[in-house]
Each structure stands twice: as structure tokens, then as C-alpha cells.
């Protein structure tokens, strides 16, 4: 069963009119395509909104949505503008596609508290936007006949107005029963993002790699900046920008034989200087240090940028300086 068994309904209310400025989503509008849902938002956050907002420029039309704080009803005001915050289980009797963008930890709880009071009902759609769940999460709703997706936008939004161009031509992890995959692809699609496939078996290592990527890197660069203001460097975003893009570049671009620096060069000495000078002036800093110190040379070395000759007294320093952690 695909969302073309809903039928098309018909053209959006002033409620659904995205605001202006939002980029147009990536296929027909309305009137060009079939199909038009009832979209229900349940999380109206920093990334329901946006996906609102993008679902109604593409020609649907946003029925009602769900958020608790004050911050949400204000992104929404912004992003979804007349539409009613309702009750979730009012959001979805209300919608043909039902979003769910709420943290993980609650997804399963709300997708069962659902079911249970017999909210889903057979032939509706809903995707949740988790990357860290795939879809046995949904198996509640799935049981009750309703068409389940996993669509994680592989982007990070920080609830300001760049959000909905940070959405454009965004990766989209896509999971699905393989019959509706052509349905999650095609919603994506509308939303102006690129989908690629993730097995459900491979949804947590998927997400636990842009964890790494994403929020480690934004803990490693307030970390830089931290120790760069402790040194006397005012503007440590001005030292730190055009080093860490070339960075990022050599990193996406070359892998490991990017890799530069005194760890990839086995300079002991520098190393075992940066560890004495971090334990006087920043001692919150050495684990951090240790271990990425560490994870690094085992890269250069299994990548051939670090000889064994040079990669075990670096290895031996750092397992020394981690003893006293443990």
C-alpha cells in the first residue's frame, strides 16, 4: 500500500503555507503532484519544524502539531504558522502522515502510548526522524497497519532560520520494509533532501559514526578555543577557522593520509611536552587528549603514515600517561 491509497487532497489552507523564505522542496508542488497528505508534527523542535515547513512547501498541507516547551510553540508560530498545537494523540486522528521528531529516548514510549489508547489507525503514514532507532520502534503502529519509516536528516539544526537551508540537499538515512522504500525516498525527495539506504541492522553504528563526527567535533573545537583563550589567543576563531576547514577538507578528501601533526610524525618529545603543559595549566584536558592522541597514531599506523619503530614509545607514553586516570 503506498500514500497514493490515501488520495489527494485539496490545496493547503493558509494554515500549511510555508513562510516565506523557505527553499522550494525538491519536486512538484501541489498542484503538479498527487497525493497531498494531512501532515501531523508531533515534536515541534528544532527539526519537526523544519520538516513541516518543508513537507507544506512541497504541497501538503500541515494539520496540527504537538510540542511541550515554550520554545517549540515559538518555532512554530515561526515555521508552521496557524497551526494548532494540539495533544499528540489529537495530532494524529487529524493526519494522513504523522512525524515524529522527538529524542530518542522517548520515541519508543510515545509510539506505544499510541497504540495503546488506539490512536494509529490502518493506511496512515508515519516517519520518525531518529537516527539512532530504525524501525522496530515503530513496530507498535506497524501492527496496527500503519505504513512505517525511519527518515534521519544527517544534518545538525540549531533551531535559527538557516535551519531550512541547511535542509536543502541534506542526506537523509533511509529505513524501510523494502515495499514503501520507494515511498520514504520519494518523501525525502519532497523535502528537498538526498536519501541513501541504512539497514536496519546498521541504524545504531550509523548513528553512533555521526555522533563521532558531528558532536565530538563540536566538543573537540570548544576544547581548542578553551585552550587557546588560556594561552593569551583572544580570538581563538580566528586562529581555529582556516586551520580546522583545511582539516575537515584533507580529512573527507584523503582519510588517514590526511593526517598530520606530531602524533602522525611519532615526536615523542612534543607529545610528552603537550601532556606536562596540559597537566600544569589544563589538567581537564589530558584524557581527552590522551585518547585522542592515541586513537590517532593507531590510525597512522595502520594506515602506514607511522612506523612501529616510531608509533610504540608514542603508544607507551600515552598508556603511561593514562595510569594515573584509571
Not at 522542496?25 to 497531498?36: H, V
Not at 515524529?100 to 493506511?123: I, N
Not at 538526498?194 to 541504524?203: L, N, S, T
Request: glycine residues 12%; contains cysteine.
Amino acid at each position: 500500500m503506498s500514500a497514493d491509497h490515501l488520495g489527494a487532497q485539496p490545496p493547503p489552507s493558509p494554515a500549511a503555507t510555508p513562510p516565506d523564505g523557505l527553499p522550494a522542496a525538491g519536486l512538484p508542488p501541489a498542484a503538479e503532484a498527487p497525493a497531498r497528505l494531512r501532515v501531523g508534527v508531533i515534536g515541534a523542535g528544532r527539526v519537526g519544524s523544519v520538516l513541516g515547513a518543508a513537507l507544506a512547501a512541497a504541497g501538503h498541507e500541515v494539520v496540527a502539531a504537538a510540542g511541550l516547551s515554550t520554545a517549540s510553540a515559538e518555532r512554530a508560530a515561526r515555521l508552521l504558522p496557524g497551526v494548532p498545537l494540539l495533544p499528540a494523540d489529537e495530532v494524529v486522528a487529524a493526519s494522513d502522515l504523522v512525524v515524529l521528531a522527538v529524542p530518542d529516548d522517548t520515541l519508543p514510549g510515545l509510539v506505544s502510548g499510541l497504540a495503546e489508547t488506539g490512536a494509529w489507525r490502518r493506511g496512515q503514514l508515519v516517519f520518525h526522524t531518529s537516527g539512532a532507532h530504525g524501525l522496530a520502534v515503530l513496530l507498535p503502529a506497524e501492527q496496527a497497519g500503519v505504513l512505517c519509516l525511519a527518515l534521519h536528516p544527517a544534518m545538525t539544526f540549531s533551531g535559527g532560520r538557516e535551519d531550512a537551508r541547511r535542509l536543502v540537499a541534506a542526506p537523509f538515512g533511509v529505513t524501510s520494509r523494502p515495499e514503501l522504500r520507494f515511498v520514504a525516498e520519494a518523501l525525502v525527495l519532497e523535502m528537498g533532501g538526498e536519501p541513501f539506504w541504512v539497514g536496519e541492522g546498521d541504524r545504531r553504528l550509523y548513528h553512533a559514526a555521526l555522533v563521532t563526527g558531528a558532536n565530538h567535533l563540536v566538543t573537540l573545537v570548544a576544547e581548542a578555543a578553551d585552550l587557546l583563550r588560556t594561552a593569551g589567543v583572544h580570538d581563538p576563531a580566528r586562529v581555529l577557522g582556516p586551520l580546522l576547514t583545511a582539516a575537515l577538507d584533507n580529512g573527507l578528501r584523503r582519510g588517514d593520509r590526511g593526517l598530520t601533526g606530531p602524533v602522525s610524525r611519532g615526536d615523542v618529545g612534543t607529545v610528552r611536552d603537550h601532556l606536562q603543559t596540559l597537566t600544569e595549566r589544563a589538567p581537564d584536558a589530558v584524557p581527552a587528549y590522551v585518547a585522542m592522541a592515541r586513537r590517532t597514531a593507531e590510525r597512522a599506523l595502520a594506515a602506514g603514515r607511522l612506523r612501529p619503530l616510531e608509533g610504540a614509545p608514542l603508544l607507551e607514553l600515552l598508556h603511561d600517561a593514562d595510569e594515573p586516570a584509571r
